[in-house]
């Protein structure tokens, strides 16, 4: 009976921490507005933006303009990394990070390739 | 043209089919089994129809247009079958019928289990002719878009196909179970046929997964093997829910109270093939993976099948519940069956992580705030997991199974 209720424990001790570690790592798919208020990590989809500064690389950073497709708004990444491969043909750019010091800094970029290509592995 | 009225004919045959099985008769069985073989063969012209449209490079079918081009070199231009969405699943119900012809002749299923295996077999088709690789291209072009230049590599002619062969595999353990909750047959006469089949279709979706995270890790630089990418989660989910199938079938055959388990485990294997390909296929994750999905229209339609399979399944079990074996599932704390019964509550936990993460896109975007996890999660929660099963599995090496006879 001991053993039941030790399994039972450790059962329900591992699913508060699966939960705590889904709430900590949910990160919002928002616009360009609310990434630049929101305090935890954000994804935010858009287009590079063509009328600003070129994207280039500041020491170890990526650096290029990310333009909502519909309002129009811009703002600043800073991607923590080098120019990912696909990056001149993406037709849509996903950035994961958070927003500080006036740029979106960023550790994960999702690339969407044009849709002549459905890029999927057959699965 | 040929091709939607072959599929249109396998359609007639699977359903005739599954009405002959249905009833009980020795005569309707046999009419069974040819309209069974009849269907293999429907299926197998509608693909020979599509590889001779690729192969003559008739541009006019939007299907050929959009993955084949005249210059594609002949390996690539045969793995264009696979490479969209229509033409991978259509080589799922070619694998699928092969297996039912396999299953009619040489596997003593239940008539009851081939009425169920054809009429899912009848749901894949209904799923092709929906979004059918053989529609015709709107406007007129000179040559095909091409295969994507990342999908020309050796892995892309045999990875889909394995992939597929897995999951029209795990088909088998799901009807073997239905035959027998729905006729009452005992486990002795089921159980171990329907683990050869499921240890089949592990090995093939496994073998895919680890081909498609080698391939991914060689040529598509989505960083390492495994990236946690919801087309990935996809089929982890089902390949950990058959490998319960596989430890739970295994403690049934000295326990019969673990039947219960082993009914379940083959209704959620299959559901969640269905599932994993609705969310991969329905352009729902379009925003949240490195694949990038056309959204497409078939979405409602794979989630009415895998909600019907679902629940059909699940009410038959309940129905039924009562007719099966009760008891005690493990003798003691220190038998083997105790630990492996406990390394599959593991294995679910993992499929449950999984899947809600991968769900998570899903969730929340009914609720109009959509989020992913990041993958951060998976490794956080799964690693003690992965420990604690590892111990699991020594444990058990050390334990024989309680003194009873095997049962099947």
Not at chain 2, 43 to 50: K, N, P
Not at chain 2, 81 to 109: C, E, K, T
Request: charged share 15%; aromatic share 12%; glycine share 8%.
């Amino acid at each position: 009976m001991n053993r039941k209720i030790l399994l039972g424990v450790l059962v329900l001790a591992f699913i508060g921490y699966a939960g705590w570690s889904f709430m900590d790592s949910v990160t919002p798919y928002v616009g360009i507005a609310a990434a630049q208020k929101a305090t935890g990590n954000v994804q935010v989809k858009g287009l590079l933006d063509q009328k600003a500064e070129a994207p280039h690389m500041e020491g170890d950073y990526f650096v290029f303009t990310l333009q909502d497709e519909d309002t129009g708004e811009s703002m600043p990444v800073r991607y923590h990394g080098t120019k990912p491969d696909q990056f001149d043909e993406a037709h849509h750019i996903v950035a994961v990070g958070t927003f500080r010091d006036g740029a979106f800094q960023s550790d994960k970029l999702l690339i969407k390739c044009p849709s002549k290509y459905e890029q999927q592995k057959g699965k | 043209m040929f091709g939607t009225i072959f599929l249109a004919i396998t359609l007639a045959l699977e359903l005739c089919a599954v009405l002959c099985y249905a009833v009980r008769s020795e005569k309707m069985m046999r009419w069974g089994r040819e309209l069974t073989v009849l269907s293999f063969l429907g299926a197998a012209a509608a693909s020979v129809y599509l590889m001779v449209l690729i192969f003559s490079n008739r541009f006019d079918i939007a299907y050929v247009a959009s993955y084949s081009s005249a210059e594609l070199p002949a390996m690539y231009k045969f793995s264009a079958f696979w490479a969209g969405q229509q033409g991978s699943f259509l080589l799922w119900l070619l694998i699928h019928a092969l297996a039912g012809v396999v299953l009619a002749f040489r596997q003593r299923l239940i008539h009851a289990g081939l009425s169920v295996y054809l009429g899912l077999q009848a749901l894949l088709t209904i799923l092709v002719l929906a979004k059918s690789p053989f529609v015709l291209q709107e406007t007129a072009v000179q040559n095909g878009a091409g295969l994507n230049p990342l999908l020309q590599d050796p892995w892309m002619a045999i990875h889909p196909p394995i992939i597929f062969a897995g999951y029209a595999l795990l088909a088998v353990p799901l009807a073997y179970a239905a035959g027998a909750l729905l006729t009452g047959q005992t486990a002795r006469e089921w159980l171990d046929r329907a683990r050869k089949w499921a240890l089949t279709a592990w090995a093939f979706l496994g073998a895919g997964i680890f081909i498609g995270g080698y391939w991914a890790y060689k040529v598509l630089g989505w960083g390492g093997f495994w990236g946690w990418d919801p087309v990935e989660n996809s089929s982890l989910v089902p390949w950990l829910i058959a490998g319960i199938f596989i430890h739970v079938l295994r403690v049934a055959r000295v326990r019969e109270a673990a039947l219960s388990m082993v009914h379940l485990a083959a209704i959620f294997a299959f559901s969640l093939v269905l599932y994993g390909t609705f969310l991969t296929r329905s352009g729902i994750l379009g925003d949240f993976s490195v694949h990038s999905f056309s959204g497409s229209s078939i979405g409602m339609a794979i989630a009415l099948v895998n909600a019907l399979v679902l629940l059909a399944g699940l009410l038959l079990l309940i129905v039924r519940a009562k007719q099966l074996p009760q008891g005690e599932m493990y003798p003691s704390y220190d038998s083997r069956e105790f630990v492996v019964l406990l390394g599959s509550l593991i294995l679910m936990f993992m499929a449950a992580i999984v899947f809600l993460g991968m769900s998570m896109p899903l969730l929340t975007q009914l609720s109009g705030n959509p989020a992913a996890v990041d993958t951060s999660f998976y490794v956080r929660t799964l690693m003690p997991l992965a420990i604690v099963m590892m111990l699991c599995i020594i444990y058990a090496c050390l334990h024989t199974y309680g003194s009873q006879q095997p049962i099947a």
